[in-house]
Every structure is written in C-alpha cells, then in structure tokens.
C-alpha cells in the first residue's frame, strides 16, 4: 500500500524530512502545506520577515547540503544578482555569512529541484502554498487536516508537523508596539524617536538596522571602515537595545569544520557518567568540561583561574571583564582580532573547546535532575549560548557604525525590572532608571512552548487529555504520549522541543530533527528522547546511548 504523508510547514525543517523521504525505494504520496505564498523557504529567510541586508548566522560550510551545497548554488548565480544581495561575487567562499533572503532562495530553489527527484523516483507530491492547516484530527489510524481552504478530503497516514516557529500574536501590535521583530516591523514606518528593543542578539542587531534604515544610510569608505549617516542631521532617533546583563554577542570566530573531536569531555566520557546517578551529574560533567579547556588552552584556564572555579562560578569568571567594560569598547576589540584570526587561520583554542561541548551538554541536559538544570540555566548555558551564538561580523561593524553616529545604546537592566506597555509609550522600570520609548520593539526570540500552545485544537486536546504539559516525542520526534498517535504525528516543531534541548535552534538542527522525522515513515524509533526530570539523589539509571 501506498503510504500518505503531509509535511505541514514548507522551511528547513519541512525540506530536510522531505529529502529524506523521497530516498525511499518504496512510491510515497506526499502533501506539503505551505501558509506562505512560496513553499520552501522558512519564516526567517522570506522578504515578509527579513530584508535584504539581514544576515544568517550560518555559512554555507555549516550548511547540511541538500541537492547542492549553498555556496556551489552561489557560484551558479548571476553577478548582479549577488550583488543585489550585498555579496561580492570574486570573493565570498564557504565561510561569508550571507543575507538570511538569499539564503531563502537557495531553499526554495533547492526544495523544486528535489520535488523534480521525487517524482523521477516515483512518489506523488502534492504542494499547497497559501494553505495554513488549521487542526489535525487522528482518526481510525489516520489524521485528517483541516485547513483555511477546508477540510482535505485525503486521509493521511503520518502527519509531520514543521511549523516552526511561534511569536507572540500580531494582534498584540501597535503603531509603538511590536511583540515580535517580525510582526510587521519590516514593513511599519518607525518615526525619528525613542525606540528601545527587548534584547541584544543578531535579532534586536536586526531590528536597530530596520529601524536606522528607514532614517539614514550605512556607508563604507574606501579602507573598508563603516560608518552611518542619518538623512536629517536633526533627527531624534534614539535606539537602546535593553538586557538583563547589557553585553551584546561576539563575532563569529574562525575555527576548523567540521569540528574535531573533543579529548576529554567526549561523548563516551559524558555517556558513561550519566550512567552513574543523577546526583552530582551536573558536577561531574563540569569536571569533563573544565578539564578539557584545560588542555586545550592552559594560558587562558590560568588567565580565568579555572581551578577555583566550579559549574557555578564559571559563567561569573568567563563574562566579568566584558561585564566590567563599555560593550561598544569590548565589541571594537572583539571585532579586531575575530578579524585579525580569520585572516591568519588562527582558532582561539577555549572559544573552540566551549563550542564543540555544547552538543553534548545538550544531550545530557535531559538527564539532569531538576536543581542541576535551573545551575546550568543560570551559568554554563548561558556561556554555551553567548559562544555558539556568535554573529556575523558585518553586523557588529553596523552596531558600531550606529554607536559611532550616537544613534545606538545598550542598558542593563539587571535581574529585576518592570515593564508596562501603554498604547502611546512602554516604561521600563529598573534599579533606579526610568526608561520611556515611544516605539518598543520585543526581540527575546523564541520561548520553548507546551502542548496548551500546540495550534491545532483537535490535536491540542488530546495532548493535553494524556497528561503531560510538554508533548512526549520519541527520538525520531514521533508523538508517544497518548498511545493512540504512536506512529500518526511527528512534532518537529522548534518551540515544542526546546524543554530539554536548549540549542535546539539553528539549521544544523533543523537537518538532524528532518532526517529523523523522514526515516520514521518507514522505521519507528522506539526509545524515547525526552526522560521524566528526576529528583536530585534519585536511581541510578543506564544511559541511552547518544
Ligand atoms: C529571525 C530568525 C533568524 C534566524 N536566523 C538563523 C540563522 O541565521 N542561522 C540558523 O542556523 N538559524 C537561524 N534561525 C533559527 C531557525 O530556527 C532556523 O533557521 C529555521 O528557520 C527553522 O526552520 P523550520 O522549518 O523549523 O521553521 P520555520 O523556518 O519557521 O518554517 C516553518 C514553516 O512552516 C510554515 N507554517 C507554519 N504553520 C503552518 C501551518 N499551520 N500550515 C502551513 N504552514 C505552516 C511557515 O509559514 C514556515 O514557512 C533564525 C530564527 C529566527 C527567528
């Protein structure tokens, strides 16, 4: 028989689980149902959401190949066209970070050529673009969809969810208020005044350049220096970026691809010590973790005093200077020598050792008990995140050039702050500070959501009828948890998995979580991938294998 399958959610992660599919020897129909115009793509990487100087923070050497690599499909395009983009077309290679739309492109061009494979191989693909899916409705070992053109009359046999992610709602959004940088942002016209933005990663970087664009120009002189020039010399245009801690992100620094292995904090040293109790666990491995830096560069472990240090204290030691300077000071600094590194191939040992661990503290992170996971939410995962995360150096020359013309801001808020939004104006209350902005742009990115924020009522109330707040998927992200769906919903939906995979964004995942939902069509995995959060103490349990 032949198996029916919909994709619901035509981005990365749609495309990823659809080229997997499509190596099954056995004919599949496959429907894929996209709400957005052009299937393919993905929320950030479509001209709605993005513009054209926005830049993903993935090279194509990160970039899981689909049919072609992202920089070959580069060098196939017309000069004209790269240079529309802001590209260089006799010097990007597989590390230039482009803008997230053309990256886009490459997706949708890519997610054509394989629907050409597809039926060359023999499956049926349906595509409906412009179709949002309502709700998903199991029935006798089948799922119906229902969708804003109506019920789809075809039953389904494996129903994979690929939506992606979820803002906050745009019927929040005002003239002064936006919930999300990308609810309507890009197309609102923001006046010349006080505009502050909730955050200070490549998103809040994002919405100043959407905001400062609107009101004046970047322009780079022949050195290569960037600088901004506003349109009206007496513009009032004011921009903070606000966060708990006042840092911004580093740049992206030069480092060997793929990653080498790690010597101490392998994955068979982390396997085998989450094979012993939960008790400790997070100790343990940060013994792995130190020691490893250790290794990998003694000067800087002796610069930190790593041996005072402990799983607690490290993100203190790792963000104090950087806490003690002026952000624009440190970012000018960071910035030289990402540079200067990248230009001689030099890879900053402890930044390299710091990303290859964050992987496997990923895997780990659902084994520790619930007082190790608040210890590592508040220290080791935020050092994880501020190194992984690193941005694309383009953009730390534009928070710069807008720092350089006293357009641009950052405030500390620290752990306790107040904010009101009122329908003129938002008041952030912190310490003794007052701040008031005319125009409040929200840019915290993306919460980890439950099964009560699932979208398809249906689907939601069976989820929740079973018990857990958060949806059980299995390791291939099959929904086990009512029985009833084993093996008719996959959930491979960034914001639902986000519980215990705190790294779960990014495009690398994306491939891995498609790859997994596509073999399921045919293999279920049966092991689960989420665990019961224990008690600190509690059994000694034997580790799954990673
Ligand atoms: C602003 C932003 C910038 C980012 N930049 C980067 C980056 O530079 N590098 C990186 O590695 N990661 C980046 N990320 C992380 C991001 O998670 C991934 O890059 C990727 O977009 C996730 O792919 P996805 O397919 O899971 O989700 P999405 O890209 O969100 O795609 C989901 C798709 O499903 C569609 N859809 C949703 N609901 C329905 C429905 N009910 N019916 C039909 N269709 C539906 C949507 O229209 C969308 O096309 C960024 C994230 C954001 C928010």
């Known amino acids: 028989m032949t198996l029916t399958v919909a994709i619901v959610g035509a981005g990365p992660t749609g495309l990823y689980t659809f080229q997997k599919l499509i190596e099954t020897k056995e004919p599949l129909t496959i429907w894929v149902f996209e709400k957005g115009d052009r299937a393919g793509i993905g929320m950030p990487y479509t001209a709605e959401k993005t513009d054209r100087r926005m830049l993903a923070n993935i090279a194509s050497i990160e970039i899981p190949t689909l049919t072609m ?8 395009q017309p000069d004209a066209i790269l240079k529309s983009y802001g590209v260089e077309p006799t010097t990007f290679n597989v590390r230039t970070f482009t803008p997230r739309m053309l990256l886009g492109e490459y997706y949708r061009a890519q997610f054509v050529t394989l629907v050409g494979h597809a039926e060359e191989r023999g499956h049926h693909v349906e595509i409906l673009e412009g179709v949002e899916i309502e709700d998903v409705v199991p029935q006798n070992n089948a799922v119906q969809l229902i969708s804003t053109v109506g019920v789809i009359e075809q039953l389904f046999d494996r129903v994979i969810l690929a939506t992606g992610h979820m803002f906050p709602i745009d019927e929040d959004e005002t003239d002064h208020y936006y919930p999300s940088p990308w609810s309507g942002l890009i197309d609102a016209d923001i006046p010349a005044t006080s505009v502050g933005i909730m955050g200070t990663s490549l998103s809040a970087i994002d919405a100043a350049m959407a905001v400062s664009c609107q009101h004046g120009r970047f322009k780079e002189d022949g050195k290569g220096d960037l600088s901004y020039e506003l349109k009206d010399k007496n513009s009032k245009l004011a921009i903070s970026l606000l966060s708990r801690s006042g840092i911004v992100p580093e740049a992206d620094f030069y480092c060997p691809l793929p990653y080498e292995p790690l010597t101490v904090c392998t994955e068979a040293a982390l396997t085998n010590e989450r ?24 000067d800087w472990a002796k610069e930190i005093a790593l041996q005072k240090l402990d799983a607690d204290t490290f993100h203190d030691a790792y963000f104090d200077r950087r806490l003690k300077s002026d952000p624009f000071k440190w970012a000018r600094k960071n910035l030289k020598e990402v540079e200067e590194n990248r230009d001689a191939r030099i890879t900053v040992a402890w930044r390299y050792a710091i990303l290859r661990m964050h992987e496997a503290f990923e895997v780990l992170y659902a084994d520790l008990c619930e007082d190790d996971r608040k210890r590592f939410d508040r220290g080791l995962k935020r050092v994880f995140v501020d190194n992984y995360a690193a941005i694309p150096p383009e953009s730390i020359r534009r928070m710069l050039a807008l720092r350089d013309a006293k357009i641009l801001s950052v405030a500390s808020l620290g752990e306790d702050y107040g904010m009101t939004v009122r329908p003129e104006k938002t008041i952030i209350t912190s310490n003794d500070e007052c ?25 939601r109330k069976i989820l929740l009828d079973a018990g857990p707040e958060v949806t059980e998927v299995g390791e291939d992200y099959s929904v086990i948890d009512p029985p009833e769906l084993e093996g008719l919903v996959s959930l491979g939906a960034i914001p639902f998995l986000m519980h215990d995979r705190p790294f779960v964004q990014g495009i690398t995942a994306c491939a891995e979580i498609g790859k997994a939902m596509g073999h399921a069509v045919r293999r279920q995995a049966t092991r689960r991938r989420r665990r019961v959060m224990a008690a600190c103490g509690g059994p000694r349990r034997k580790a799954e294998p990673t």
Not at 71 to 76: F, G, I, S, V
């Open 69 to 76: 690599s992202y920089y070959d499909w580069l060098k196939e």
């Open 275 to 298: 094979s012993k109790s939960t008790d400790g666990l997070l100790d343990r491995a940060y013994v792995l973790f130190a020691r490893e830096i250790e290794t990998n560069d003694p």
């Open 435 to 459: 701040y008031e902005f005319e125009v409040f742009i929200d840019a915290r990115g993306q919460q980890a959501l439950g099964s009560k924020e699932i979208p398809f009522p249906t689907l």
